[in-house]
């Protein structure tokens, strides 16, 4: 047994623990990081076994990765993928034993964009096509990964989806660009989890935007939109009619919709905190305020001047994260509403 791959199967190992780690890391970003880092060191296994196609593969999933998490570009981002897989196959100098990784990942990444049951049963089958991959290499570490992988998605499949899947894979993104095909996504969530007389059409969601494209936190499971929060800066005495109204106030107008300027009080409104009904757990919960948190907290290192902020929460999840932020709730609104109130 040479150095080289005693020191192949030590980054395996490496990348194996940072990826399991990952998942009780509790910010986002170091989610994201960590199994960024996995995949480094997975790629670098593959590299000292000579596995070139798993090597080129695990840097395309890395690179793609970031791009899933920077952007809502999905399937746009898997597009550009394919000929990149293809030039992988050409290049790669592997033997046909190569096409493995390319066909697993190519699977993969394709039902990431389906419904979670083909996401469950193509993630099965590309497991398959890893092992094989790595029993020709003598990749054992890997085997053993994706051997545990392949036993919880069959678990999975066996059991039901949503009884077994991890919910701690959330994560959230800020500060980014929404497609008109994402804000038909956030819209039809809207349907989904608040009552008709809650929601905007779809038309005026996308004028609001147009307003401020800051306002957005996406919430994400697997590169799949799960839920999102709507952050508005709104003039004074819009803000002042929404404390004061005695019903549910939502008559908002692009003109009400401000960008943030140094120097001028600033009153926010988080309008909207939806997710998914499956997510609903102290996870969700702790990582969705934590956005909050650090949007607002973003803002006022930056010297603007945010005075107060409210929410109207109209489901139990909403005002769980608005507690969970230090919210007080001001009064009863009616149709079972509930005004929140944070000064700063």
């Not at 090597?55 to 998490?69: D, N």
């Not at 919430?219 to 005495?237: A, P, Q, S």
Request: glycine share 6%; proline share 1%; aromatic share 14%.
């Amino acid at each position: 047994m040479d150095t080289q791959y005693i020191i192949a199967q030590i980054l395996g190992v490496i990348g194996w623990t940072l990826y399991l780690l990952s998942f009780h890391a509790k910010r986002e970003n170091k989610v994201i990081f960590m199994q960024i880092l996995a995949s480094t060191f997975y790629g670098l296994n593959y590299g000292l076994l000579g596995a070139w196609s798993g090597l080129f593969v695990s840097a395309l999933e890395t690179i793609r990765s970031i791009g899933y998490y920077k952007t809502d570009k999905d399937k746009y981002i898997f597009r550009l993928s394919v000929p990149v897989y293809i030039l992988i196959g050409i290049f790669s100098e592997d033997s046909i034993i190569g096409i493995l990784p390319i066909a697993a990942s190519l699977l993969e990444s394709y039902a990431t964009l389906k419904s979670k049951k083909f996401m469950v049963v193509g993630g099965a089958i590309g497991m398959c096509l890893w092992i094989v991959y790595g029993f020709f290499y003598a990749d054992y570490v890997g085997i053993l990964t994706d051997l545990l992988i392949l036993v919880s998605n069959v678990s999975i499949l066996l059991n039901g989806y949503s009884k077994f899947l991890r919910r701690d894979r959330v994560y959230t993104v800020s500060g980014m660009y929404i497609s008109a095909n994402t804000m038909e996504e956030l819209h039809h969530l809207d349907r989904g989890y608040y009552d008709t007389q809650y929601l905007w059409d779809v038309d005026s969601m996308k004028e609001l935007y147009k307003s401020e494209k800051n306002s957005y936190i996406l919430v994400k499971d697997n590169n799949k939109i799960i839920g999102y929060v709507n952050i508005l800066n709104l003039r004074k005495e819009v803000y002042q009619k929404m404390i004061e109204s005695e019903e549910l106030f939502d008559e908002f107008e692009a003109r009400d919709i401000l960008n943030f300027e140094l120097g001028k009080n600033i009153y926010l409104n988080i309008n909207s905190i939806v997710l998914k009904s499956e997510y609903h757990n102290k996870d969700s919960i702790e990582k969705i305020s934590h956005a909050i948190d650090k949007f607002i907290n973003m803002r006022i290192k930056k010297g603007y001047k945010i005075k107060e902020i409210n929410s109207i929460s109209v489901n139990e999840f909403e005002s769980e994260v608005l507690e969970n932020l230090g919210f007080e709730k001001a009064r009863d609104i009616t149709n079972e509403s509930f005004l929140y109130v944070k000064k700063y």
